[in-house]
Nanobody, 123 residues
């Protein structure tokens, strides 16, 4: 069993930055591919960014965030971070950390979810 806890959400103006962090605990937490997903009101949960279980070995981004968001992983600390720059109003959503065994990542392939953290971008 793996537990995931997100932190770092909040309110930011358009063009600003936020850094989200996901702390993983539990057996074999470092063996899972990890990713960030988001869900806006009235919309399906969608993939944002993913990273393989070897730090930096595989990285993938949704087209909507490429060049603005950066995912990173520290297996020694069991953390996965998402640096979000040049934020836009359409980035407003609840952001979830997820862990699974399949690549590329998609919400239906995630085994473990965090509780989510709200990101609100004001224009």
């Amino acid at each position: 069993q793996v537990q995931l806890v997100e932190s770092g959400g909040g309110l930011v103006q358009a063009g600003g930055s936020l850094r989200l962090s996901c702390a993983a605990s539990g057996r074999f937490a470092d063996r899972y591919v990890m990713g960030w997903f988001r869900q806006a009101p009235g919309k399906e949960r969608e993939f944002v960014a993913g990273i393989g279980n070897n730090e930096g070995s595989m990285i993938s981004y949704a087209d909507s965030v490429k060049g603005r968001f950066t995912i990173s992983r520290d297996n020694a600390q069991n953390t996965v971070d998402l640096q979000m720059n040049s934020l836009k109003g359409e980035d407003t959503a609840v952001y979830y950390c997820g862990g699974g065994s399949r690549w590329p990542m998609a919400p239906e392939f995630v085994t473990y979810w965090g509780q989510g953290t709200q990101v609100t971008v004001s224009s």
